[in-house]
C-alpha cells in the first residue's frame, strides 16, 4: 500500500429527517469510528469527518407530515443524532451539517466550476406536477397501489411493503401527498451530468486500479459500469434546498446526492484551516465508510464529480456493509421496526458498549446480517461478561487476594512451556488484530481481541493460583517455588489485561477507559506501539480494586424490547431466533457455523410435504436491465421450461450460468420482478466467506425430477 502522510475519513450523512437506529450504526458509524481510534492510535495524522444530510424531499415531506418548516425539522433531528452518536461513542473531529453557510458556498462554487467548464447538458423534459399546489413533484410526494404487491400506499420510488423500485408511472390511482390531486406531466429545465463521459476512465480507475475492493462494493461497481451510464440530473425543482448559481434557475436547487458529498469537503473547512491538505494533496488517504445503498454515489457519481472539477484527492477505499435486518425483517422507519438509538441508551445506560460490541461482532460486511434480541443478550452474557469481564475480574480480585494489590514479579527463571506459550499468545495477538483493521475486517479483528482473553482465561485456569496458594504455609519447602508460580500467572494476566486494554479500545472505548482506571494509568498507554509489550504494569504498582466491565441482560429487559418492537410497528409477538430472510426468488441456506443454532420454528411434514421441490438446468442467463442483483434465468424443467429472477448477479457472471443443475421450488406464486414474472425459486447455500453457491443436484437426476 501507498505511503500515505494522513487520511482523511467520512462516514456517510444521515438524513435529518428522523432518529438513527442500529442499521445506520452497523452501516458505517461504529466501521468508521473503530478505524479513526485505530489510526490515532498509531499517532496517524487522521481526520474523521461527518454531519447532517439537511436537504432533500426526505426532509420537506417530514415537515409536511408534522406541520412545521424543513428548518424546523433539521433543527430538531441534527441536535438528536449528534447526541446519539455522541453517546455511542463515534469520536467524529467534527459533526457539521448541510444547512451551514460554508457548505452553500462550497457545494454552490462547485457547482458553478463544473458549469463554467461547459460540463453540463440542460435538458427540458416532463415532470409529474400538482396544478393544486403548483409545484414540481418528486417521485416520493407520489404515492399509490403497487403493481406488485397491491399496497395502497406505495411511494413514486419505492414500495416499502414489498421493497419493490417504482417509477411514478408504474402506480396505479397516483395522488400527489401535497393536495391528493392526480399528478399531470408538465416540462420543467434541469442541467445534468455527463456521466457516460467518465465511464472509460471510471472502468480503469475502479475495475483495474483498485481491485483490492470489497467484492460486494467492486461487483456493485461493475454491474453499473457494464450496464453503461447515462446523463444524471444535477438539479431539481424546489424551494428547500442550495440555490442553483446561475441567473435563469428560478425554483431550482442542487440534486441532494450532488450537494451531500460536498459535504465531506466543507466539514473539512470548518475544522480547520489546513482544509486542503486532506483533499488535494496526494499524499492524502481518502476513506469512505457508507452502506450499501450508497455505492454508486460515493464510487461513481462523486469521484466522477471530483475528477471533473479537478484538483482533489479520489477515494482510496469504500468499504461498504450491506445491510443489518431486525428480527429477521429489513428496518423499515414508516413501519417503527428498527430499534432507535436514542432509545436504546435510555434503556441500557451504561450499555453502549455492548451495543457497539453486538454490532461489530455481527457486522454486515459482507452479506446482510440479523440483529435479534436474543442475540444481543447471549453475546453479552456468554463473551462480554463470562470471557472478557471474567477474566479481568478474576486477574484483579486473585490479585489483591494473593498479591496484596500490587503487580507481582515476574521469576522467569521458573517460566515452564504453558508460560511461554502464553506470553508468545500476547506477542502475536496485535499482529493479527492489526493485519485484520488494515483490511477493513473488523469483525476479525474484534473476534481476535476476544479469543485473546479466553486465552487469558483457559491460562489461569490450567496454573489455578487459588490452589497453590493454599501451599503457602510456613512448614511446606515448596512454599516459594508456589509463590513464583502465583506470582508469574497473575504478572502475565496483568499484563495481558493492560494489552486487552490497548486491542479493545478501538472497538469498546468505555471499556477501555475503564481498565486506565483500575490500572491506574495514563491514556498514552494505548498507544498502539505498546500493543504486546509485557511490561506495561510495574513490578510492585498498587492497582484499584476491580470494577465489574460489563452486567448480564436480564431476560425480562430482551422480553421488554421485544414488546416495543412488535408494539411500535403494530405486528404480532416477534419470535426472537427467526432469523433467516427469503428473497430476490432465491432461497439460502446459511453455512456459517454461528447461524446453526439460529433455526425456525418447528413445522410439520404436512407442512414441508406442501413444497414442491424439482430439479432442473439453466438454459439462458441475463441481466436485469437497471437491477445490480437481478438475473434472469430460462431454465428446462423436463415438462416446461420457467423463467426465474434470482438475486444472484453479485455472485455468478451469466455466460457461467447455462447448464448448471439446480434445485427448483416449482410451486412458489408468480411475482412480478423489474417488470419480469419470476415463477419460482432457485435454492442457494453461502459458503463461510458468504459466497453464494448452488444446493447440489444429482447431475443423473432428469430435469424436472421430483426431491423427496
Known sequence: MKDYKRTLITAALPYANGPIHIGHLAGCYIPADIYARY??????????????????????????????????????????????????????????????????????????????????????????????????LADRYITGTCPVCGNPNAYGDQCEKCGSTLSPEQLINPRSTLSDA????????????????????????????HKEWKANVYGQCKSWLDNGLQPRAMTRDSNWGIKVPLPDAEGKVLYVWFDAPIGYISATKELTENWADYWCREDTRLIHFIGKDNIVF?????????????????????PANEFLNIEGQKVSTSRNWAVWVHEYVKDFPGCEDTLRYVLCSNAPETKDNDFTW??????????????????????????????????????????????????????????RVQAALDNFRFRDALFEVIDLSRKGNKYMQEKEPWILAKQLTADNPDREASQQKIDNCLHLCLQLTANLAILINPFLPATARKLLHMMKVVERMLD?????????LSVGYSLRAPELLF????????????????????????????????????????????????????????????IDLRTGTILTAEKVQKADKLLKLEIDLGFEKRTIVSGIAAH?????????????VANLAPRKMRGIESNGMILMAEDREGRLVFVAADNEAPDGAAIR
Open 182 to 209: 392526480v399528478p399531470v406531466k408538465k416540462k420543467t429545465k434541469h442541467w445534468y451530468f455527463p456521466l457516460q463521459d467518465y465511464e472509460a476512465w471510471l472502468k480503469q480507475w475502479i475495475l483495474e486500479d
Open 374 to 431: 436474543k442475540d444481543f443478550q447471549d453475546r453479552n452474557n456468554n463473551e462480554l461478561v463470562s470471557v472478557f469481564g471474567n477474566f479481568v475480574n478474576r486477574t484483579f480480585v486473585l490479585m489483591h487476594k494473593l498479591c496484596g494489590g500490587k503487580v507481582p514479579p515476574l521469576h522467569g527463571e521458573v517460566l515452564d512451556d504453558a508460560d511461554k506459550a502464553f506470553i508468545s499468545d500476547i506477542q502475536q495477538a496485535p499482529a
Open 528 to 536: 498502539w506501539e505498546n500493543a504486546g509489550k509485557l511490561n506495561l
Open 298 to 318: 460515493h464510487c461513481i457519481i462523486f469521484p466522477s464529480m471530483l475528477k471533473a472539477h479537478g484538483g482533489f484527492v479520489l477515494p482510496d477505499n469504500v
Open 39 to 136: 489510526l490515532r492510535a498509531q499517532k496517524k495524522d487522521v481526520k474523521f469527518v461527518g454531519g447532517s444530510d439537511e436537504h432533500g424531499v426526505p426532509i420537506t415531506i417530514r415537515a409536511l407530515k408534522e406541520g412545521v418548516s424543513p428548518q424546523d425539522i433539521v433543527n430538531k433531528y441534527h441536535a438528536q443524532i449528534k447526541e446519539s452518536m455522541q453517546q455511542m461513542g463515534i469520536s467524529f473531529d467534527i459533526y457539521s451539517r448541510t444547512s451551514d453557510k460554508v457548505h452553500h458556498e462550497t457545494a454552490a462554487a462547485f457547482f458553478k466550476a463544473l458549469y463554467d467548464k461547459g460540463l453540463f447538458e440542460e435538458r427540458e423534459t416532463e415532470q409529474f406536477y400538482d396544478e393544486k399546489t403548483n409545484t414540481f
Open 652 to 664: 455468478f457472471s451469466p455466460e457461467t450460468l447455462p447448464g448448471k443443475k439446480v434445485v427448483v
Open 551 to 610: 452486567r448480564k441482560i436480564e431476560d425480562a429487559e430482551i422480553e421488554a424490547q421485544l414488546e416495543k418492537l412488535r408494539a411500535g410497528s403494530g405486528q404480532q409477538p416477534v419470535v426472537s431466533d427467526q432469523s433467516s430472510v427469503i428473497s430476490d426468488q432465491q432461497a439460502v441456506v446459511s453455512g456459517q457455523p454461528s447461524q446453526v443454532s439460529d433455526l425456525k420454528p418447528q413445522i410439520s411434514f404436512d407442512d414441508f410435504s406442501k
